[in-house]
Nanobody, 124 residues
Framework: QVQLVESGGGLVQAGGSLRLSCAASGRTFSTYAMGWFRQAPGKEREFVATISWSGAITYYADSVKGRFTISRDNAKNTVYLQMNSLKPEDTAVYYC?????????????????WGQGTQVTVSS
């Protein structure tokens, strides 16, 4: 069982930056691939980024490529999402998720555990 707790959300102006953190419980964090997803008001939850359990492989949604960076620190049981050059369309609740296995995934149904989410609001 893994429990995930996101933090770092808030209100930022367009062009600004935020770093989200997701702290995981349990001793087996390094055996989980991790992902970030987001859900904007009135929209379905969508993929943002994913990272393999070693941190060696990452994938991003086209909408955030070049602006967001996913990383992890297995010694701290934490995954991060560095968000730069934020846009109003990045406004959403951001969720981290964990899946058993080496590789990350674009697909929500492949994740086994989810956090409660953290709100990111980007003002224009």
């Amino acid at each position: 069982q893994v429990q995930l707790v996101e933090s770092g959300g808030g209100l930022v102006q367009a062009g600004g930056s935020l770093r989200l953190s997701c702290a995981a419980s349990g001793r087996t964090f390094s055996t989980y691939a991790m992902g970030w997803f987001r859900q904007a008001p009135g929209k379905e939850r969508e993929f943002v980024a994913t990272i393999s359990w070693s941190g060696a492989i990452t994938y991003y949604a086209d909408s955030v490529k070049g602006r967001f960076t996913i990383s992890r620190d297995n010694a701290k049981n934490t995954v991060y999402l560095q968000m730069n050059s934020l846009k109003p369309e990045d406004t959403a609740v951001y969720y981290c998720a964990a899946r058993v296995g080496y590789s990350g995934s674009y697909y929500q149904y492949e994740y086994d555990y989810w956090g409660q989410g953290t709100q990111v609001t980007v003002s224009s």
